[in-house]
């Protein structure tokens, strides 16, 4: 079975540019996540979908950031204008339909890496 | 309201010593609790879970067991390798509030030969 695809992997852009990462979840997975994580912290959730659909947005800094997910599968994170402050891993992450499963589990995957200069 | 708190490293041990790292939580409802591990340059992976009290998790020698009465998810590993090398997070999900997950800090784990 295929993981959580992210792309980039990596990427580097001066502060004010703008930037956008791509995240597949796993298949069948209703639920996707785009968190934060900054060197040496724990992930920060900034949105949760569920399908297409906003459960919580609250961490998310609407004035740069903003996310999509068109017809519930792929989802795009996009930061315009970035801030140095904006360095860190983006993980995307997903997990199955039933959210109010206990144990349900999230599954991440390999982050991307940005870099803000 | 949620949230987890992890014992604060970095933790540097030899190889085949005892490993316990500490995680507390604070919950308002009936979490399912979590140890994921990232290794250097990727993301997160789950490494085990428990649902209830008293249920102990295991995978890959670690072990953690709910522990409702101290509100504790420790992980433990009576022999550490030095491909146990990782950052380690506990977590915690509450079904109530649409499983939305509340990590700790991480701690950074280094076994040396």
């Known amino acids: 079975e295929a993981g959580v695809a992210q792309s980039p992997r990596y990427k580097i852009i001066e502060k004010r540019q703008s930037v956008a990462f791509w995240c597949n979840p796993i298949?069948?997975?209703?639920?996707l996540y785009w968190y934060q994580q900054i060197l040496g912290q724990g992930p920060k959730l900034l949105i949760q979908?569920?399908?297409?659909?906003?459960?919580?947005d609250s961490q998310l800094p609407k004035d740069r950031f903003s996310a999509e997910r068109l017809k519930g599968v792929d989802s795009t994170l996009k930061i315009q204008p970035a801030k140095l402050e904006d360095s860190a891993v983006y993980l995307c992450?997903?997990?199955?339909?039933?959210?109010?499963?206990?144990?349900?589990?999230?599954?991440f995957g390999e982050g991307s890496w940005l870099t803000v200069v | 309201g949620n949230s987890v708190t992890q014992m604060e490293g970095p933790v540097t041990l030899s190889e085949e010593a005892f490993l316990t790292i500490n995680c507390t939580y604070t919950?308002?409802?009936?979490?399912?609790l979590f140890w994921y591990v990232q290794y250097p340059g990727e993301g997160l992976q789950l490494l085990l879970k428990a649902t209830k009290a008293d249920d102990k998790g295991s995978n890959k020698g670690f072990e953690a067991t709910y522990r409702k009465e101290t509100t504790s998810f420790h992980l433990e590993k009576g022999s550490v390798q030095v491909s146990d090398s990782a950052v380690y997070f506990c977590?915690?999900?509450?079904?109530?509030?649409?499983?939305?997950?509340?990590f700790g800090t991480g701690t950074s784990l280094t076994v040396i030969p």
């Open positions: 977590a915690l999900s509450d079904p109530n509030t649409g499983n939305q997950f509340y």
């Open positions: 979908f569920q399908n297409n659909g906003v459960v919580d």
């Open positions: 298949s069948g997975h209703a639920t």
């Open positions: 992450a997903s997990s199955l339909r039933f959210i109010r499963e206990a144990g349900n589990t999230i599954y």
């Open positions: 919950a308002t409802g009936y979490p399912s």
